[in-house]
């Protein structure tokens, strides 16, 4: 059974940073894409950062050169490194993955969230 667990949420004030962790089991995350989501209220779900299983990383514009997606393989998680953080980046952030290797795909498996809150 696939699960993963973000941790690392909270509050910050703006241009602080965090990282967001989540944690895999019952999958080897390096062999599949893997993607961070954000949500604000009224707001549509955003892919904010993927990786893929050859290490390649893709940013939203709006997060380019404040966040870094990364992943340790041995420890099987992935990470979210958010810096120069705004109000605008709060959310409600999720990691997925998809079920098979390739980012074509959607992503099929989903952790139950870590909230972000930036505070101006």
């Known amino acids: 059974q696939v699960q993963l667990v973000e941790s690392g949420g909270g509050s910050v004030q703006a241009g602080g940073s965090l990282r967001l962790s989540c944690a895999a089991s019952g999958y080897t995350l390096s062999s599949h894409c893997m993607r961070w989501y954000r949500q604000a209220p009224g707001k549509e779900r955003e892919e904010v950062a993927r990786?893929?299983?050859?290490?390649?990383?893709v940013y939203a514009d709006s997060v380019k050169g404040r966040f870094t997606i990364s992943r340790d393989n041995a420890k099987n998680t992935l990470y979210l490194q958010m810096n120069s953080l705004k109000p605008e980046d709060t959310a409600m952030y999720y990691c997925?993955?998809?079920?098979?290797?390739?980012?074509?795909?959607?992503?099929?498996?989903w952790g139950q969230g870590t909230q972000v809150t930036v505070s101006s």
């Open positions: 997925a993955a998809t079920a098979g290797s390739s980012c074509a795909e959607v992503s099929r498996y």
């Open positions: 990786i893929s299983i050859v290490g390649l990383t």
